[in-house]
């Protein structure tokens, strides 16, 4: 491993720190010392390589901490579920890795896979087979009989797609103490779900205290930790209570449920980039208005929970729900701070020190990676301009010019372009339905709006 000095640059350390000019001593894969004492080492070592990083911000690489890497771009779960391979998937989730690091992303979390093929993936990119973020991943995501987010298309026992249904106390224990087994960094739930018949209530916890305590209990023995799925206010109090060390969503939180966050400081991802993508540029992919207006009040409907969650000091971490084709991998994983700073009125140094500090519990490895400073792991990303006064600037994988994981330089040219798969997709006729509108124009009478359902 070469070591390197990188000067000219101007460092946002990760920690919320006001930006600062100075150079960036890296040795053995890790930062060794910065500015001043950053200079004074160099120059004792003229064997250094030297990167000159003039207009640019250096900063910690980004944390992703909800990027589903198996699901490969999907336009529904119906895709996911049946039109999915095993290996395939692992060998596209691998081709898709590589856009990730283009994007400045050096860590991620992928809360649940098909066939669980993330582990594997994690261990392809930890052996140096493939190149990727480091990675930490859940296995499938646990459900009860009563389903997830897709209702009747989840079997009531076994896998479908990315989940696995338990259905009775026995088999919660087996199911975690077997992913954990197989390499599972987390326990993922979803502790929320649809039920078909009672939509119109949104989504309802589908467990009972006692197993989401028992799903604690058996993977905190195994010093796992456990995440959760969670929309709505009971289930996020409940799953907090339980023991959850991560909460997903945790939209339209109550008092009390505000409360038992803020008593465990249970870190947050509400990967709203989703929903935020859909309000800024549903109109582009023919969403309907009043849908826009539904994806807006899910994100409106957290502001005054997320800002004092916030305030309080429960972490936030940022996590861009890639993996479905609103949000492809590559283009959007800044997105979450862009949401942080303009719905939770963060200052965009507070946003990026989610993204890497805080985040970086996301993939276990919190105060090892994810800040400029001395004895850190150098996950280092230089990037075009201040991107304390325009936080996009991280969007633009052009901006990007080197991106370092443990102080080794990542190849960032673009993946080859790739061809169709055969059964890959969801066949389809097409995505607009030949209505009497679409056939003889505008102010012809017809029906039925675009109707959108929640994926994920
Ligand atoms: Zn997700």
Not at 3 to 29: Q, W
Not at 137 to 162: F, Q, S
Not at 447 to 453: G, R
Request: hydrophobic share 40%; with cysteine.
């Amino acid at each position: 491993m070469s070591d390197l000095v990188i000067t000219g640059g101007r460092i946002v350390d990760g920690t919320g720190n006001p930006a600062y000019d100075g150079s960036v001593l890296i040795e053995d894969g890790r930062i060794a010392a910065v500015g001043v004492s950053a200079d004074k080492r160099a120059k004792e070592r003229p064997d250094l390589r030297r990167l000159d990083a003039s207009g640019h911000t250096v900063m910690p690489g980004l944390i992703d901490c909800h990027c589903h890497l198996s699901f490969d771009d999907a336009g529904s779960n119906s895709e996911i579920f049946f039109q999915r391979r095993n290996a395939l998937s692992a060998l596209v989730a691998s081709y898709n890795a590589r856009k990730l690091l283009r994007a400045g992303v050096t860590g991620l979390l992928d809360p649940d896979s098909t066939f669980e093929n993330m582990i594997d993936l994690r261990d392809a990119i930890d052996a140096g087979i493939v190149e990727g973020p480091r990675m930490s991943c859940g296995a499938y995501a646990l459900i009860t009989g009563v389903g997830g987010t897709a209702g009747r298309l989840i079997n009531d026992e076994g896998t479908t797609g990315y989940y696995m249904a338990v259905n009775s106390k026995d088999e919660i224990v087996r199911e975690v103490r077997r992913q954990i087994k197989q390499g599972a960094d987390w326990i993922k739930v979803h502790v929320t779900g649809i039920i078909p018949r009672q939509a119109h209530k949104g989504e309802l916890c589908c467990w009972t205290m006692d197993e989401l305590k028992l799903i604690c209990d058996t993977a905190h023995d195994l010093e796992t930790p456990v995440m959760g799925h969670c929309r709505g206010a009971g289930a996020t109090q409940k799953a907090a209570e339980a023991g959850f060390d991560l909460i997903f969503h945790a939209t339209a939180m109550d008092d009390a449920a505000l409360q038992a966050v803020i008593d465990r400081k249970v870190p947050i991802a509400p990967a709203l980039t989703f929903q935020a993508n859909m309000v800024d540029y549903g109109h582009k992919i023919g969403t309907a208005d009043y849908l826009l207006k539904l994806f807006e009040s899910e994100i409106t409907d957290s502001i005054a929970t997320m800002k004092t969650a916030h305030a309080e000091g429960v972490p936030l971490l940022t996590g861009s729900e890639a993996g479905f084709s609103l949000v492809p991998y590559g283009d959007w994983h800044y997105r979450e701070m862009e949401v942080f700073v303009k719905y939770f009125d963060m200052t965009p140094l507070e946003a990026i020190q989610c993204a890497t500090q805080k985040s970086a519990f996301g993939i276990k490895m919190a105060g090892e990676v994810g800040v400029i400073a001395p004895g850190y792991r150098a996950d280092v990303i230089c990037v075009k301009g201040k991107v304390e006064e325009d936080i996009a600037l991280l969007g633009d994988p052009g901006n990007i010019s080197h991106v370092l994981i443990e102080g080794v330089a990542k190849d960032l040219s673009p993946p080859p372009p790739r061809k169709p798969i055969p059964g890959w997709r969801l066949a389809s006729i097409g995505d607009t339905r030949l209505t009497r509108e679409v056939a003889f124009g505008p102010g012809t009478p017809s029906d039925t709006p675009l109707i959108v359902e929640e994926l994920h």
